[in-house]
T-cell receptor, first 115, second 113 residues
Framework: GAGVSQSPSNKVTEKGKDVELRCDPISGHTALYWYRQSLGQGLEFLIYFQGNSAPDKSGLPSDRFSAERTGGSVSTLTIQRTQQEDSAVYLC?????????????FGPGTRLTVT | AQSVTQLDSQVPVFEEAPVELRCNYSSSVSVYLFWYVQYPNQGLQLLLKYLSGSTLVKGINGFEAEFNKSQTSFHLRKPSVHISDTAEYFCAVQTDSWGKLQFGAGTQVVVTP
C-alpha cells in the first residue's frame, strides 16, 4: 500500500508569492499533521486535522499560513506572501486515529526555498 | 510547558561499536515518548515508542530505549551499529490526546568503517 505522499517535492518561489503544498495521507487515516523542519527552529508542529476540522492550529507561525483538508483525505497548506524565513522542509504525517497509540507515518516532505 | 533536550548534536561512531543517544524531557504531566530516524532526503520513521508498561522498549533495527521517570530520560541504544545506521535521530514527546509531537533538536549519527 502507498504511504503518505507530498507534492511538490521541491518548490522554489520568489519572495511575496503564494505557494500551495499538498499532502495525500494513507487511505483511511483520520488524523493528519503538518510539521516544519528548518535549520533555525528544528522540527516544529504547525497544525492538526481530525477529519476535515482543525482542532489545533496553534503552531501556525502567522496569519499568512493556512491549511484545509477536504473529504477527510487530501490536505493543502497554503503560504501567502512568502518570506525568506518560510524556507524549510514541510512534513506531513497521518495516523489511523489521533493519539499516542496510533503511529504517525510521515511523508518525504516538500522542500520550500524562498528567494 | 514541555520540552525535549537531546544532549548531543552529533555522535561519531565506528561500525560494530555500541551507541547511546541521550534524551531528556521536562513535563508536568504524563508523556508518551518516541524516537524517530530520518535518513537523508527522507521523512521520519518511527523507531520505537514508550506509552506505558515496561520501561525497556525494543524497536526496529536492533534499537532499544529505556524510560527513566525519576531522571526524566529516554535514552536510545544499539549494541552494534552498521554503516546504514548513519542518519539523524529525533526524540519526541506527546502530551495531548491529539497526538501532537514536540521534537528535540536531533542527533546526527555518523558511522564509519
Amino acid at each position: 500500500g502507498a504511504g503518505v505522499s507530498q507534492s511538490p517535492s521541491n518548490k522554489v518561489t520568489e519572495k511575496g508569492k503564494d505557494v500551495e503544498l499538498r499532502c495525500d495521507p494513507i487511505s483511511g487515516h483520520t488524523a493528519l499533521y503538518w510539521y516544519r523542519q528548518s535549520l533555525g527552529q528544528g522540527l516544529e508542529f504547525l497544525i492538526y486535522f481530525q477529519g476535515n476540522s482543525a482542532p489545533d492550529k496553534s503552531g501556525l507561525p502567522s496569519d499568512r499560513f493556512s491549511a484545509e483538508r477536504t473529504g477527510g483525505s487530501v490536505s493543502t497548506l497554503t503560504i501567502q506572501r512568502t518570506q525568506q524565513e518560510d524556507s524549510a522542509v514541510y512534513l506531513c504525517a497521518s495516523s489511523l486515529f489521533a493519539g499516542g497509540f496510533s503511529e504517525q507515518y510521515f511523508g518525504p516532505g516538500t522542500r520550500l526555498t524562498v528567494t | 510547558a514541555q520540552s525535549v533536550t537531546q544532549l548531543d548534536s552529533q555522535v561519531p561512531v565506528f561500525e560494530e561499536a555500541p551507541v547511546e543517544l541521550r534524551c531528556n524531557y521536562s513535563s508536568s504531566v504524563s508523556v508518551y515518548l518516541f524516537w524517530y530516524v530520518q535518513y537523508p532526503n527522507q521523512g521520519l520513521q518511527l523507531l520505537l515508542k514508550y506509552l506505558s508498561g515496561s520501561t525497556l522498549v525494543k524497536g526496529i533495527n536492533g534499537f532499544e530505549a529505556e524510560f527513566n521517570k525519576s531522571q526524566t530520560s529516554f535514552h536510545l541504544r544499539k549494541p552494534s551499529v552498521h554503516i546504514s545506521d548513519t542518519a539523524e535521530y529525533f526524540c519526541a514527546v506527546q502530551t495531548d490526546s491529539w497526538g501532537k509531537l514536540q521534537f528535540g533538536a536531533g542527533t546526527q549519527v555518523v558511522v564509519t568503517p
